[in-house]
């Protein structure tokens, strides 16, 4: 580690996130960390480009240095090579071993994975022994000549020029982070695999410290459905052979691409934490060994919010019914927008909000606005990103209409400010609102649980509970009731606080042999 900087307790690793975009992860990071002012805390966040953003997080004190990744940043490295003439061969072996290794289910794929990845590591970015730069890995004629090879033995049947360009796309944030500034720590916690869990991976292997994930939703999950769903990834016309079509080459090359560095990550990390027992079992499934996975729910500061409970409700007659959450397509913002219109339509006197950011995927929230008005939605409402503290109390019902979740920090808000929820049945949605366990359960329901994309059973089960007010009151009890008893921050703080001791203190980790 370099003498020159200050070493922190602990480095949080971050993709897209805090502290710059509000939502129930940036929640969980600040609320961890002004819970512990006596850790010192280093904060890398992997962000797409260079802009000029604002904080929606005052930083605190005890963050000793902050670091940000650019992985589509059009920045290519040139440095001198000094091992260039005796390797270049070896390298691209490394590359597609990486690509081609089994999966991570044993020590031996554990290892399949972990070695060519080093040498990939080691050829690029140590000064000493580097062979090649990210000019040569994304231009120079191996590069050329190692895609053809790779084309002819994989996906001879889509576009070259696509499968170049979709290799390219693949490549280049790779080869941004192979190139990041990783501040030192005694220890590394992961918010999520992907590109952050390659930085975990990196930092165990240059700094020997370990490292601890914590996954909110499932991120190899959560990719395969945003590739599934994207329209940027070129797909050749259907050629209609089989009644069931196989997803399409170039996405696949997209989705192996994160399920590999998924492997990675839950391979070479220390502990695993998750939010609950669906999560954790979808990990196992994913290649995470099990004697590491361990539950941690999320926590709720049930002080403040028994202080937004006490805040006065509108009597003006309007129901009001809030989504609070991101604009983007995995939250399902259009199957919230259509169960509006089915309200609507019924309950003329309602008024729907749209509560959080629009500016992550400004395509799809001017799809969700359009949306609105061909509906004839009058009274919905695009709030922004706003304090949930001062708009809880105008809710009569939440809803949350995900395709996925981990386990929503605004379910657990909801509950404590006296708001019951309709939710999509996605990750730990329904013991949120129903309990996991005997004694949670006893407590009875907190909200309604749809299906997923089901516009007409989220309006049905929302005008059940404005219809409904006994049923209401009984589900704002039981949500309180739930929250204070099971999901306390203090508890969540405790528990990490701890952790984070265990980690700082332990001795370096062993590297492989040949490292």
């Known amino acids: 580690m370099s003498a020159e900087r200050e070493i922190a307790d602990v480095c949080i690793v971050t993709e897209g996130t805090y502290p710059f975009v509000r939502g129930g992860v940036s929640s969980w990071i600040h609320g961890i960390v002004t819970g512990m002012p006596d850790v010192r ?9 260079r802009k000029e953003s ?16 650019f992985i589509h940043e059009a920045v290519i490295h040139d440095e001198p090579c000094p091992g260039r003439r005796k390797f270049k061969g070896p390298f691209w072996e490394a590359v597609e071993a990486f690509h081609t290794a089994p999966s991570a289910g044993d020590g031996a794929g554990m290892h399949a994975q972990l070695a060519p990845f080093l040498r990939m590591l080691t050829g690029l970015v140590d000064p000493a022994q580097r062979v090649v730069n990210t000019h040569d890995v994304l231009f120079s004629r191996d590069a050329w000549e190692y895609l053809v090879r790779r084309y002819e033995a994989r996906a001879d049947d889509t576009s070259f020029i696509d499968f170049v360009w979709t290799w390219r796309a693949i490549h280049t944030p790779l080869m941004q982070l192979l190139n990041a500034d990783i501040p030192p720590a005694r220890c590394y916690h992961l918010v999520s695999t992907g590109y952050a869990g390659l930085i975990g991976v990196m930092a165990r292997y240059l700094y020997r410290r370990p490292v601890m994930l914590t996954e ?32 399409g080459v170039l996405k696949q090359l997209w989705t192996n691409f994160f399920v590999r560095i998924g492997e990675l990550t839950y391979a070479h990390t220390d502990e695993v934490l998750t939010l609950f027992n669906g999560n954790r079992n979808l990990q196992i499934e994913l290649g995470c060994p099990p004697e590491r996975v361990h539950v941690v729910p999320n926590g709720v500061k049930t002080d403040v919010f028994a202080k937004v409970r006490e805040k006065p409700r509108p009597n003006d007659g309007i129901r009001r019914i809030g989504f609070v959450g991101r604009v983007v397509p ?59 503290r ?13 395709i996925s979740e981990g386990q929503p920090l605004t379910i ?22 129903e309990g996991y366990a005997p004694e949670d359960r006893a407590l009875g329901p907190s909200g309604l649980v749809t299906g997923v994309g089901h516009p007409r059973e989220t309006a049905d089960a929302i005008l059940t509970l404005l219809r409904d007010e006994r049923l209401r009151q009984s589900m704002i009890h039981n949500g309180v009731a739930r929250a204070e008893r ?12 701890d952790l984070y001791v265990k980690w700082a203190q332990a001795p370096d980790v062993d590297l492989p042999e040949g490292r």
């Open 41 to 49: 805390f280093a904060l890398l966040l992997i962000s797409a480009e």
């Open 54 to 69: 604002k904080l929606a997080f005052e930083l605190p004190k005890n963050i000793v240095q902050f670091t940000e990744v």
């Open 216 to 247: 909110h939703g499932i991120y190899v999950r959560e990719r395969k459905i945003d590739i599934a769903r994207a329209d940027w990834i070129y797909e050749e016309p259907l050629r209609v052979k089989t009644v069931q079509r196989e997803t």
């Open 330 to 388: 995995i939250k399902d913002v259009k199957t919230f927008i259509k169960a509006c219109a089915l309200v609507f339509q019924a309950m003329p006197n309602a008024e729907f909000l749209i509560c959080g950011p629009k500016d992550e995927e400004p395509v799809y929230a001017e799809e969700c606005e359009n949306l609105g008005r061909m509906l004839g939605l009058t009274t919905l409402i695009f709030t922004g990103p706003v304090d949930v």
């Open 390 to 402: 001062e708009y809880f109390p105008k809710m009569d019902v939440f809803v949350l209409t995900s």
């Open 412 to 433: 657990l808000e909801a509950a404590c400010a006296g708001v019951p929820t309709v939710t999509s049945d996605v990750g730990a949605c329904r013991e949120l609102c």
């Open 486 to 497: 099971f999901y306390r921050q203090e508890d969540v703080l405790s528990t990490y606080h």
